[in-house]
């Protein structure tokens, strides 16, 4: 590449590294609104986060194409062809925590009017929070370039999942006492996956933060890794619903 | 308009300072200018005067360039101490100055990203000629709400460039809001009980039999009580405002504390609460109101066991921190959201309105507690989670003198 080519390049990456923490912020936001919305029963706000979930969208689609255009005109290699790469997958789960947020919505709209008992509610909070902490660190990670801060995200989001098995345990024990229906009790189930999600997706973000670092695929590593992984899970978790999908119209997460 | 004029000396400002950043040059160019290599003793009388009047007029420039830099500083500066956030593009778009809060923004990773993304959106329409206003709300910790403004900056006719400014508006929303919902909760306490008491004699006075005028004027004392205590309350309120400084007494808090649990006993007693003092036994007495001391922490004690379950438990506990006495008040009953916490010690505000009927209070409690607590030169804090419980500590000064 020229040197002329190469300037534009790297502003380039740079203009499109500012977009995606313009989308990372709008995803956190997503998420902090979705969670007062549930917590509030406020379906206007709901519907709004849906409505707003397009911004979201279309966002990521201009990251996406700019980095396609940036792929076909200049050919890059090595690092830099890697962080391009990253920019499109990073962009697409950070898209998909949008998605995550707008479930969230649907799931309180679904639920409506039962009412969330206190513990649940906490409970809630507390995973909301830690959704956030998780896509901000993996920001943080993102704009440093910091593969350690990225490696260690896979542990920190350990907080996350047992919160989501906490909660589990919890929404068994108000179901058993028949404080809760079965449709919200089955809600609740939903959107405590959808927080546990939104961490899953951040440590995706990381690692592929890392490959653009230093060019490892902490995701093949992941897949070998898998089924003793899955085991574990499932012998944690209290007896009862413990995998169930999304219904209706929710997109896959 | 001003904000034009302090784009416009902006503007001037950068251009000075770039002056300011090529001395090296300018020296360059003056030395060559004065050829004092040729200037030896022999040398024409008329070229020492031209070189003598070069080397003048070079300190001369020195010296306004010396003075531009510090005048470009000091702009600078200025700019950076502002609180509202500045930033001035070019007619290109590019950005040519911004201060330190604008900064903040542009730079940022997370919420703030959203107002910086604003900025720069604002800044394109205004380039076009617009002049727009919009607000931007960060529902991330920690919550804020900004007015992001911006506006061509334009001379005869034609535009140089655009400006932007960011004002943090959350403590005026906060205030907005706390002013809104205060005039709705205060017409929500009084008119309620005063509904609920017309209804109820109208029924009165329309063929009630005994045993129905019995069941009505239980009833109708249950809302009049409701209604004194609003009243007791909000007088104990206009009190406190007016009482700061006036009480002066030797104040022992374990006695207050004691007294304060000792009236909330029965009622604990009666929905299977348990209430244990502990911490301290001999604090130091501090200098206050009586009175007022034991009325914030049974009010902290009636909440704490109005919103627990049966069976829970309140710890309060009285302990010495340096110079300070905490008086905490610790439950396990629903909590406070946390988006709620901040709004709790408002007057009349409630977390959940349905469910303040049945708990009954006036909405005025915490108010009160924090009042006192004020007056005594001290403050009230709260640390909550949902469903776990709550804990409120008021913290006194042990100096205090009222």
Same mark, same amino acid.
């Given at each position: 590449?020229? =040197?002329?080519? *190469?300037?534009?390049? @790297?502003?380039?990456?740079?203009?499109?590294?500012?977009?995606?923490?313009?989308?990372?912020? *709008?995803a956190g936001d997503a998420v902090a609104r979705a969670t007062e919305a549930l917590l509030r029963y406020d379906l206007m706000e709901a519907q709004q986060i849906i409505d707003?979930?397009?911004?979201?969208?279309? #966002? #990521?689609? =201009?990251?996406?194409?700019?980095?396609?255009?940036?792929?076909?005109l200049q050919q890059p290699m090595a690092g830099d062809l890697r962080q391009i790469l990253a920019a499109m997958w990073i962009t697409a789960e950070l898209e998909r925590t949008g998605g995550l947020a707008c479930n969230i919505c649907k799931g309180a709209r679904r639920m409506f009017p039962a009412e969330l008992p206190p513990k649940l509610r906490g409970l809630i909070s507390e995973m909301s929070e830690e959704a956030i902490r998780l896509i901000r660190l993996s920001v943080d990670s993102y704009s440093e370039r910091d593969a350690g801060l990225a490696s260690a995200l896979d542990d920190i989001d350990d907080r996350l999942d047992s919160l989501h098995r906490v909660f589990v345990r919890n929404l068994l024990e108000v179901s058993r006492s028949k404080d809760l229906?079965?449709?919200?009790?089955?809600?609740?189930?939903?959107?405590? &996956?959808?927080?546990? &999600?939104?961490?899953?997706?951040?440590?995706?973000?990381?690692? +592929?933060?890392?490959?653009?670092?230093?060019?490892v695929m902490p995701w093949r590593d992941k897949m070998t890794r898998h089924p003793?992984?899955?085991?574990?899970?499932?012998?944690?978790?209290p007896p009862g619903p413990a995998e169930m999908s999304p219904n209706g119209e929710d997109k896959a997460d | 308009m001003t904000t034009l004029i302090v784009a416009v000396l902006l503007v001037v400002g950068g251009a000075v300072v770039g002056i300011a950043l090529d001395r090296v040059r300018l020296r360059r160019w003056l030395r060559r200018l004065s050829p004092l290599g040729r200037s030896g003793p022999d040398a024409p009388r008329s070229a020492r005067g031209f070189i003598e009047a070069a080397q003048r007029r070079g300190d001369l420039a020195e010296a306004g360039l010396v003075s531009a830099e510090t005048a470009a500083r000091r702009l600078e500066a200025s700019l950076d101490g502002l609180q509202s956030g500045l930033v001035v593009c070019d007619r290109s778009g590019s950005v040519v100055a911004q201060n330190a809060a604008a900064k903040q923004f542009l730079m940022a990773r997370?919420?703030? #990203?959203?107002?910086?993304?604003?900025?720069?959106?604002?800044?394109?329409?205004?380039?076009?000629? =617009?002049?727009?206003?919009?607000?931007?709300?960060?529902?991330?910790?920690?919550? +804020?709400?900004?007015?992001?403004?911006?506006?061509?900056? $334009?001379?005869?006719? $034609?535009?140089?460039?655009?400006?932007?400014?960011?004002?943090?508006?959350? $403590? @005026?929303?906060?205030?907005?809001?706390? *002013?809104?919902?205060? /005039?709705?909760?205060?017409?929500h306490e009084l008119k309620t009980p005063i509904g609920a008491l017309s209804l109820l004699a109208d029924s009165l006075a329309? %063929?009630?039999?005994?045993?129905?005028?019995?069941?009505? !004027?239980? *009833?109708?004392?249950? =809302?009049?009580? +409701?209604?004194?205590?609003?009243?007791?309350?909000?007088?104990?309120?206009?009190?406190?405002?007016?009482?700061?400084?006036? !009480?002066?007494?030797? /104040?022992?808090?374990?006695?207050?504390?004691?007294?304060?649990?000792? +009236?909330?006993?029965?009622?604990? $007693?009666?929905r299977d609460i348990k209430v244990i003092v502990s911490g301290d036994q001999d604090v130091s007495p501090i200098r206050g109101a009586r009175r007022q001391l034991e009325s914030a922490v049974f009010n902290l004690l009636d909440n704490a066991v109005k919103? !627990?379950?049966?069976?829970?438990?309140?710890?309060?506990?009285?302990?010495?921190?340096?110079? %300070?006495?905490?008086?905490?008040?610790?439950?396990?009953?629903?909590?406070?959201?946390?988006?709620?916490? !901040?709004?709790?010690?408002?007057?009349?505000?409630?977390?959940?309105?349905?469910?303040?009927?049945?708990?009954?209070?006036?909405?005025?409690?915490?108010?009160?507690?924090?009042?006192?607590?004020?007056?005594?030169?001290?403050? /009230?804090?709260?640390?909550?989670?949902?469903?776990?419980?709550?804990?409120?500590?008021?913290?006194?000064?042990?100096?205090?003198?009222?």
């Open positions: 590449m020229s =040197e002329q080519t *190469r300037k534009s390049f @790297h502003a380039e990456i740079d203009e499109i590294s500012d977009l995606i923490v313009q989308l990372a912020a *709008r707003d979930d397009d911004a979201i969208d279309v #966002a #990521a689609l =201009e990251v996406e194409e700019r980095c396609q255009s940036l792929l076909a229906d079965v449709q919200p009790a089955m809600q609740l189930a939903l959107i405590a &996956r959808y927080y546990e &999600r939104i961490g899953d997706h951040a440590v995706n973000v990381s690692d +592929r933060v890392r490959y653009m670092v230093s060019g003793t992984r899955e085991e574990s899970v499932v012998q944690d978790l | 997370h919420g703030e #990203a959203l107002v910086g993304r604003e900025i720069k959106e604002l800044l394109e329409r205004a380039r076009a000629g =617009e002049r727009v206003t919009t607000t931007v709300q960060l529902h991330t910790e920690p919550r +804020r709400s900004y007015e992001v403004e911006a506006g061509p900056i $334009e001379r005869d006719s $034609e535009t140089l460039g655009a400006v932007a400014l960011v004002y943090d508006i959350t $403590e @005026h929303h906060r205030i907005d809001s706390v *002013r809104r919902d205060f /005039v709705a909760n205060v017409s329309t %063929d009630a039999t005994p045993e129905v005028a019995a069941r009505l !004027s239980a *009833r109708m004392q249950i =809302e009049i009580r +409701r209604v004194a205590d609003t009243i007791d309350d909000l007088l104990t309120l206009a009190m406190l405002e007016d009482e700061s400084g006036r !009480s002066d007494e030797q /104040v022992d808090i374990g006695a207050v504390v004691a007294a304060a649990a000792d +009236r909330i006993s029965q009622p604990a $007693e009666q919103f !627990s379950e049966p069976g829970g438990r309140v710890d309060v506990v009285v302990e010495t921190h340096d110079r %300070d006495l905490k008086v905490s008040v610790a439950d396990d009953g629903i909590g406070i959201p946390s988006s709620e916490q !901040s709004r709790i010690f408002e007057r009349f505000y409630r977390v959940d309105r349905a469910r303040s009927r049945n708990t009954g209070g006036t909405g005025l409690g915490l108010s009160i507690v924090r009042h006192v607590a004020l007056n005594h030169g001290g403050d /009230v804090n709260v640390t909550s989670r949902e469903g776990y419980g709550s804990q409120f500590t008021i913290t006194l000064p042990i100096d205090s003198a009222v």
